[in-house]
């Protein structure tokens, strides 16, 4: 796949942001049609490799509602929730920049090469600060730097408690860039480093265009709460719907304090 290297890209305006960075990249490289404007007004959204279904539908619902405001999506085209979004970007209509953790010049196979074609068909770039270099540990928390570095907003949409993703994370709280964090099923080992995020007060939590809890008060599930506890599998018995969903539901019901959690029951917080 050709690419160039980006001569001088301290002087470009829309790649200033950059400089933020205590080591900002000495040089950078990139695949694709390179129009300045795409750099302008970025997003972030990254999360773990071990992508769950519901991983999946967040990402399905995150994307096309950043597309919409004229968004570009930054990721870094590894494999899960990163690749996904790239996928959904390009699908969507929308233009998404794939930060890689290795040399430019590497060369893509299989499903990696189509997603790269759809990428820069579809006006996007790949973009590395190396020419030569093989992926190892150290490379990765290296492109993180440069996702957050890129983008005005960091969304997680799933991270384990050790994810990578929560380097990126933490990076963009040093840059002073927001930091949105999706809500999961407290059960789940990949949505703890997200539910974290948010119960420490580090990321703010992101539940669609709103980003606020609403919860009217005819929902089934605060309805059946309301008369018993239950437990998880109970809920989704008597809803007739799938366990992962109503332990979404429940996670957000928690982490606003409308509910609580008492040896494996939930039950309204005020309820007496």
């Known amino acids: 796949m050709l690419y160039k290297k980006l001569d001088n890209w301290q002087k470009i305006p829309e790649l200033q942001k950059l400089l933020d960075l205590s080591t900002p990249p000495r040089q950078l490289y990139y695949s694709g049609n390179l129009n300045p404007e795409i750099f302008k007004d970025c997003v972030a959204v990254v999360g773990s490799r071990k992508m769950t279904d519901y991983g999946s539908r967040v990402v399905e619902k995150i994307i096309p509602a950043l597309i919409s405001s004229g968004k570009t ?65 150290w490379t990765f928390p290296s492109r993180n730097r440069i996702v957050a570095a890129l983008s005005s907003e960091v969304i997680v949409a799933e991270a384990a408690e050790k994810s990578g993703s929560l380097i990126t994370a933490a990076m963009a709280c040093k840059l002073k860039r927001k930091l949105w964090a999706v809500p999961g099923p407290i059960t789940s080992r990949t949505s703890k480093g997200t539910n974290q995020l948010i119960a420490k007060g580090v990321a703010k939590i992101w539940l669609g265009e709103s980003s606020q809890i609403s919860f009217l008060p005819d929902d089934p599930l605060v309805q059946i709460l309301l008369n018993e506890a239950l437990t998880t599998d109970e809920i989704a018995r008597k809803l007739q719907m799938p366990v992962s969903e109503a332990g979404a539901k429940l996670s957000l019901l928690l982490l606003s304090g409308q509910i609580m959690e008492k040896g494996g029951k939930y039950f309204i917080a005020d309820a007496n």
Do not use: P
Request: glycine letters at 14%; hydrophobic letters at 40%.
């Open 73 to 137: 999506v930054v990721s870094g085209f590894m494999y899960g929730v990163d690749q996904y979004a790239h996928r959904i970007c390009t699908e969507s209509g929308g233009q998404t920049i794939a930060v890689l953790g290795w040399g430019i010049n590497t060369i893509l196979t299989g499903e990696d090469f189509k997603l790269a074609k759809k990428i820069i068909s579809s006006g996007g770039l790949l973009l590395s600060e190396w020419e030569t270099m093989k992926a190892s540990h």
